[in-house]
């Protein structure tokens, strides 16, 4: 089997759901053999070992260890879902404190053993404010670490094929920023169904209000429809994150980015962007006067996360980040 590169992947959470079906997808899409798997639950971790050994993957190399500093050394990639997951009845939110301790021990693990990785994917909700957890702390470049946004826009772009009828690839321009929770911000400026603006297609404003509402309790419709929160659709599009940051085909749904500057700076949001071998770019998105306002209320309530983890002493204050991190 030709691999995309040899170079190391570490999943981080492998022993969960989400970690599991990351280490799948990267094999079975031929990523690269030397994939390691790393969590603190030792049996679930050895059984995800068994499971992937079971799979028979032509010239892998799959190692599990619970071990830091064997998981992290040499690592090129990482793909990390190594939070807890959101149950029935809780936002993302709620899992704020716990997550972003454990995302400034990933962040710090990072900065000790492999400060030359070139790609992170972080996962674990409330992502936007773990990825910027793990940024400052990793002491990596803005360009280097990344946080799933993706489904959001997935999820509108479903909701929209099925009202048309049409298939999903059909439907462009679906794209949500901000943050990725309750308070994102869901964009049909943008639009098209198999080449005609939404605008055109006779959508009412209340049911455009229902399908906005579908896709923000997108994560929430999961959990009460399957007992547990999604976990194949991240694993997949993270996956498809760091292949396009191996060199493969350019990732070009909404990433988390770091934003330095402009009327949304100093936090992760999805923004329009492509993420390739020389790390994730990012433009300022475009819409209406009221899109634009309900984005500010998703970067508002970035903020408010932000300053609360700043608050516990998870993160430094704003203007010390750069002490931290040199690169932002």
């Keep these: 089997m030709k691999y995309l590169t040899d170079e190391k992947l570490v999943i981080v959470g492998a022993a969960g759901m989400i970690g599991s079906n990351m280490a799948q997808s990267a094999l079975m899409l031929g990523l690269t053999p030397n994939v390691c798997l790393y969590d603190i639950f030792e049996p679930g971790l050895k059984g995800v070992l068994a499971e992937m050994d079971h799979c ?11 071990d830091p500093a064997e998981a992290f050394t040499g690592a090129k990639y990482i793909l990390s879902s190594g939070g807890a997951p959101r149950k029935e009845g809780m936002t993302r939110e709620d899992l704020l404190k716990g ?48 946080s799933l946004a993706a489904l959001d826009s997935t999820r509108l772009q479903e909701a929209l094929a099925k009202e048309f009828g049409v298939q999903q690839c059909k439907v462009t321009g679906a794209h949500t920023y901000g943050g990725h929770g309750e308070a994102m911000a869901v964009f049909a400026s943008q639009v098209k169904i198999d080449g005609k603006p939404l605008s055109e297609c006779g959508l009412s404003a209340e ?19 399957r007992g547990r929160s999604s976990f194949q659709s991240p694993a997949y599009q993270a996956v498809k994150m760091i292949e396009a940051a191996m060199g493969g085909k350019p990732f070009t749904w909404p990433a988390g980015c770091y934003v330095k500057e402009g009327p949304f700076k100093n936090v992760m949001m999805a923004m329009p962007s492509t993420i390739d071998a020389s790390g994730v770019h990012f433009t300022d998105p475009v819409g209406t006067p009221f899109e634009m306002t309900a984005l500010e209320s998703s970067y508002m309530h970035l903020c408010v996360m932000r300053d609360e983890i700043i608050s516990l002493g998870i993160i430094p204050p704003v203007e010390e980040w750069s002490k931290v991190n040199p690169k932002l």
């Design 99 to 146: 997550n972003c301790q454990i995302a400034a021990e990933f962040g710090d693990n990072i900065r000790k053993y492999c400060p030359d990785v070139k790609h992170v994917v972080v996962i674990f909700n409330p992502a936007d404010v773990t990825a910027l957890t793990a940024l400052i702390h990793s002491g990596l470049g803005p360009e280097q670490l990344t």
């Design 56 to 66: 028979g993957f032509e010239g892998a190399n799959i190692t599990a260890t619970i």
């Design 207 to 225: 049911r455009w209000d229902e399908i906005k509402h579908e896709t923000i309790q997108g994560g929430s419709n999961i959990i009460k429809l």
